[in-house]
């Protein structure tokens, strides 16, 4: 059972139990008031007993109380046989009494509460006791209370209907939900295994390549490498997280401060609390900038400035350093455009770079802390399914009652209109409304304005159709159009404010009932007969009442659990791609990483600096993407990266080159890679495509121990050694 159908069955068995007691209370003060009953004590202690239990019934019910039902049945089962002490005798027997009024809003309220065999075994015990109670005080005349019993099983059937139609709709919402919720869990989860892999990339990126990247440019390292090392490698492990809950941006800052060999002042209130999720992107953000300003900017001093503007956040990074011109960093460089930049972006904030060449760099991260609204969509789609569901009903239910019922009714007494083509202008007035009704519920659109001039005919057919009724004939049996012009009437105001439905139904019968003068029936009987056909009335505008409160908590119990599900989903797939990640680095940087935390790798000799120069080329690589061209993206990424490191390369490409997988492009790029990272001045790169195979050939005076170790069984390698040079060519040939 989905969420909207849950939602829906509670709240129509709440509301049903409610208004179940309002006109058993008003079913019951009717005749106490208005006539006296054969025996008046047996009245009163039968309406304050039935009060009584209606009231304990719905609180024990509503509390899983459904082992009362069949004293329920019971007690309205006593009542009706009761009738020789509680309904005084007419002439000729109205039947339309409070008991009716009583045990027609109870088959109405069961088919909120019973199964469809426990509502037809209700309803079919109800009518027995009624009949036999009616026996018993008239033996005479009891069959002609028959009509009235056949309304009672109508409306225990039109009930049934009603709610089977309606929690019809419930489901077909609920069958929406969940199939966007399924589209937008599978775009949730390959979105969050993208944004993992970018974090994973930028994390490796902000921690262990700029480590090895420092350690191999000989910046002096002291006490912090040991310990950047070791975070670092709980990184490249894939043990890093993000934390929860609200944490404090500026202590969360100076602990990233804390491990750049930089000195750092502030310009910070103290403290500024955000949420964990935002503080690690902005503490992310300034890493990189502290990073970049120890590699590039030539001094050993930044300043960070903070500040919050209501739901904004402001971080800055700034140096007096060499500065550069943004507009001229190359496509494939990562710290700038990708590490700060888009991470800020896909985080929902923004990032901004302010720098010339010569006046120090400005690091701008901006963040908005606004939480994206949830679950409204689902509320559209939920109340419009349901509520389209119970308009098809009540609309069903108006033709039915206008053709099964009221046209006989017509048709039998027909000479007694005055004149009769009055009767079927109204009857014709009432179909044309319900029919363009159905035209707009069709085509799923509003009625809008249009359900004014619909009122307006409804109000002037049943004025036509009271007039035309001899007055002595008025609300009784010649009467059909009474009740059905207040069904027409929730039919066109369904979707209005439940105060203006209320208001102008009761209109409709008060206007009746002015018209009317000497009624055919009793005060007492047209009481009842109003209270039964309006408690019906009254209830189904209730439910559209209380519909878009159902649809709200619907919807955010089906986006609770939708996240909960999606959040599943995601941790299996990230925690299986992670352990992937990490496993192509676990042989190669992670060793490194553990000596340099452990103080078994010195950073001072020289094996150490170029192997931690080799293994920053090879993440370097990592970050570098082009979906037109990655294995050249990631060869220009390794030259850009050597020539900031002083070496003079020459790059050049030849051919066409086939589409390469990823695991060839990664044996095809390591010897280059690792020679260009380890030159001690020169390097030629050459690379030569065709569609018969893919060379990548470097020669560079690097040391061979390094260059060498780089096998794959998908490339051809050879590898020659001429001096202080090496000569290693890579090719693999497509089958």
Avoid at 100 to 121: D, E, F, K, M, P
Avoid at 211 to 220: D, I, R
Avoid at 429 to 439: D, E, K, M, W
Avoid at 570 to 590: I, K, M, Q, S, Y
Wanted: hydrophobic share 50%; aromatic share 6%; with cysteine.
């Amino acid at each position: 059972m989905g969420s909207a159908e849950r939602e829906l069955l509670r709240t129509g068995i709440r509301y049903s139990l409610g208004v179940r007691m309002v006109v058993v209370l008003v079913s019951t003060l009717a005749p106490l008031i208005l006539e006296s009953a054969p025996v008046p004590a047996a009245m009163v202690v039968a309406a304050a007993g039935v009060n009584a239990w209606s009231a304990w019934y719905a609180y024990r019910f509503a509390r899983r109380g459904r082992w009362l039902v069949p004293a329920d049945v019971a007690v309205l089962g006593a009542v009706c046989l009761s009738q020789v002490w509680t309904v005084p005798a007419r002439e000729p027997p109205a039947g339309v009494t409070w008991i009716i009024g009583v045990a027609g809003i109870t088959v109405i309220a069961y088919a909120w509460q019973l199964s469809l065999a426990g509502h037809a075994a209700a309803t079919v015990i109800v009518m027995a006791a009624y009949l036999t109670g009616a026996a018993i005080a008239d033996p005479h005349g009891w069959l002609e209370v028959a009509p009235v019993q056949l309304w009672l099983v109508i409306e225990a059937a039109l009930s049934r209907a009603l709610y089977l139609l309606v929690r019809h709709g419930a489901r077909s919402a609920d069958a929406a939900v969940a199939r966007g919720e399924r589209a937008r869990r599978d775009a949730a989860v390959a979105e969050a295994r993208r944004d993992d892999e970018r974090e994973y990339l930028a994390a490796l990126h902000d921690t262990a390549s700029a480590t090895l990247l420092m350690v191999a440019s000989g910046v002096p390292c002291g006490h912090w490498l040991a310990e950047q090392a070791a975070r670092d490698l709980e990184v490249v492990n894939g043990r890093y997280r993000t934390a929860s809950g609200d944490v404090d941006l500026v202590a969360h800052l100076r602990e990233v401060a804390r491990s750049i060999p930089l000195t750092v002042r502030w310009d910070a209130p103290d403290p500024v609390i955000v949420p964990a999720v935002e503080a690690a992107t902005l503490a992310h953000g300034v890493r990189e900038a502290l990073t970049n300003v120890v590699r590039h900017a030539g001094v050993g001093e930044a300043v960070i400035s903070l500040c919050r503007n209501e739901d904004t956040v402001t971080v800055e990074v700034a140096d007096q350093g060499a500065g550069f011109d943004p507009l001229h960093v190359k496509g494939h460089r990562y710290g700038v455009t990708r590490s700060i930049v888009e991470r800020m972006a896909r985080a929902g904030g923004r990032a901004e770079v302010i720098s010339r060449p010569g006046h120090g760099t400005r690091v701008r991260l901006v963040r908005t802390l606004i939480a994206p609204d949830a679950g409204g969509a689902d509320v559209e789609t939920i109340s419009t399914n349901v509520f389209q569901a119970l308009r098809w009903s009540v609309l069903a239910m108006n033709l039915i009652i206008l053709y099964g019922l009221d046209l006989p009714r017509l048709l039998s007494s027909k000479e007694n209109y005055r004149p009769l083509w009055a009767q079927l202008v109204t009857l014709g007035t009432l179909t044309g409304v319900s029919l363009v009704v159905a035209g707009y519920l069709w085509r799923r659109r509003p009625l809008g304005v249009v359900r004014w001039p619909l009122v307006a005919a409804v109000f002037a057919a049943s004025i036509l159709g009271t007039v035309s009724v001899p007055g002595g004939l008025r609300l009784g049996f010649a009467h059909w159009s009474e009740g059905d012009a207040a069904w027409t009437i929730v039919l066109v105001l369904l979707d209005s404010r439940f105060a203006v439905l209320v208001g102008l139904l009761a209109a409709q019968y008060l206007m009746i009932f002015a018209l009317s003068g000497a009624a055919a029936i009793a005060l007492a009987d047209v009481v009842n007969a109003t209270v039964i056909v309006l408690g019906y009335q009254v209830s189904v505008g209730i439910v559209a009442a209380a519909l878009r409160p159902v649809a709200v908590t619907a919807a955010a119990s089906a986006h609770q659990q939708e996240m909960l599900r999606t959040a599943r989903a995601v941790a299996d797939l990230v925690h299986r791609d992670r352990a992937a990640r990490c496993a192509e680095l676990a042989g190669t940087t992670a060793p490194l990483l553990a000596g340099l935390a452990g103080g078994t790798a010195d950073p001072g000799e020289p094996a150490v600096r170029r192997a931690c120069a080799v293994e920053a080329a090879r993440l370097r690589r990592l970050f570098a993407t082009d979906p037109d061209d990655p294995l050249s993206h990631e060869l220009r990424a390794c030259v850009e990266l050597a020539e900031r490191n002083g070496i003079a390369v020459q790059f050049a490409e030849r051919g066409v080159k086939p589409d390469v997988p990823d695991a060839v492009r990664r044996a095809l790029t390591g010897p280059a890679l690792a020679a260009l990272a380890t030159a001690a001045s020169t390097a030629r790169l050459t690379v030569i495509g065709s569609p018969e195979a893919v060379t990548v050939s470097v020669v560079a005076d690097a040391p061979v121990e390094f260059v060498a170790p780089f096998s794959s069984p998908e490339v051809d390698m050879s590898t020659r050694v001429d001096g202080d040079r090496v000569w290693i060519k890579a090719t693999w040939r497509p089958a």
